[in-house]
């Protein structure tokens, strides 16, 4: 078969590999498509090797039932769904309590096994995955579907983190308007009565977020003053709930500039940066107001997962795509490097 793998610092191909095997609790998929996550690209450009053998890409994975492991019951070739991206233990504490992206088998920093990864992933024709963590979708189409296993799962898990703060009358921000920004803004929209406002550095992913049901988008250029714009919009208590999907210095910074007293700040783009001032000294300099939390926010859990399913099949929240074929795959990263996707990469095998 055909898979997009990592094969060395910096480098991916479309390799032809032998279909998996699978084991008495494994499924078979027949990959319907699977999308292209900025988290991807992150881990093709680290500039180091990661292991000595290629790594077949792909955590946002939707397809059907194409093999059932002997001991699998319940599930039937044919059936159609999506693939739960963290293989965690689910024995352990967290696990049997619905935190399943914080597995303790993880431990304490790391990430749950994910395909694409840590494991062979789903950017290929066939992939192997544990019975469990297959959810059927029905006759959702495999395009929206596939985004939804993780653009909408982390952008969903984040805001039911922030329920509190997310009443009407209050305003939430999104930083980011790519895969996941553009379902969160409609997530909000979907289950929130807030203002939405979103912040991107281009106007093109302002346009989608509107198009999204954000209220109103600012574009952000170096020290221009978005976070005093947003105290001015909100009566200079700031905003209540702050989603980043960027994750640098400078949107770090913004969020806590913005961000209100008892409100919600979560991180969930990973460009490793800084918030600066988050310090122990009385409130009323430029840092975190009084009450305000924040989260590093990984993926979401199963129940998360259904219910973006459960969105996705109403037609509340559309996964705006742009299909490749899978031999295109590499193309769709270099885009995706430069900024020019509009909501998610899809790759068809
Ligand atoms: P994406 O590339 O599709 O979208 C990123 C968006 O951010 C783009 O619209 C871009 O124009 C915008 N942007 C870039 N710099 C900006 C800035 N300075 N200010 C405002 N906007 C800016 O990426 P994605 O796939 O949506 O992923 C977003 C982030 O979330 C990535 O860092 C990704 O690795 C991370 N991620 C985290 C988790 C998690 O569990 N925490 C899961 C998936 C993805
Ligand atoms: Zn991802």
């Known amino acids: 078969m055909r898979a997009l793998q990592w094969t060395g610092p910096e480098t991916i191909a479309v390799n032809e590999i032998p279909v998996p095997d699978i084991g008495p609790n494994d499924l078979l998929i027949q990959v319907g498509a699977a999308g292209v996550c900025h988290s991807d690209l992150t881990l093709v450009n680290f500039p180091y090797q990661l292991r000595d053998d290629p790594l077949t890409l792909g955590h946002e994975i939707a397809g059907t039932i194409a093999a059932v492991g002997s001991e699998v019951s319940g599930r039937e070739v044919g059936e159609r769904g999506l693939v739960y991206l963290f293989w965690t233990c689910g024995v352990c504490r967290e696990c049997v309590s619905g935190n399943e992206n914080v597995c303790l088998a993880a431990g304490r920093v790391a990430m749950p096994p994910c395909p694409g990864l840590t494991i062979e992933g789903g950017m290929a024709e066939y992939v192997r995955i544990p019975a469990n963590t297959f959810v059927p979708v029905g006759d959702l189409d495999f395009l929206q579907a596939a985004p939804v296993a993780d653009a909408a799962l982390t952008a969903y898990h984040a805001i039911r983190g922030a329920e509190e703060q997310l009443r009407p009358g209050g305003t939430a921000l999104a930083i980011g308007i790519g895969g996941l920004g553009h379902v969160a803004v409609q997530i909000l929209r979907a289950i929130s009565g807030v203002r939405v406002v979103a912040v991107d550095v281009s106007q093109e992913k302002l346009d989608l977020a509107t198009a999204c049901g954000a209220d109103l988008g600012i574009l952000a250029g170096d020290g221009d003053g978005v976070a005093q714009q947003l105290l001015d919009l909100t009566g200079g208590r700031g905003v209540d709930a702050v989603f980043d999907f960027v994750g640098i210095d400078s949107t770090a910074k913004l969020a806590v500039e913005s961000v209100a007293p008892n409100g919600a700040y979560r991180m969930v783009g990973i460009g490793g940066g800084t918030p600066p001032d988050i310090n122990a000294g009385p409130a009323g ?30 037609g509340k929240i559309h996964m705006e795509v742009e299909r490749y074929d899978l031999t295109e795959g590499p193309e769709a990263f270099a885009r995706l490097d430069k900024g020019q996707i509009r909501g998610r990469a899809v790759l068809v095998p």
């Open 285 to 314: 300099g430029p840092g975190l107001p009084w009450g305000a939390t924040v989260r590093k926010s990984l993926g979401g859990t199963r129940g998360d997962l259904h219910a973006c399913v459960a969105l996705a099949q109403a």
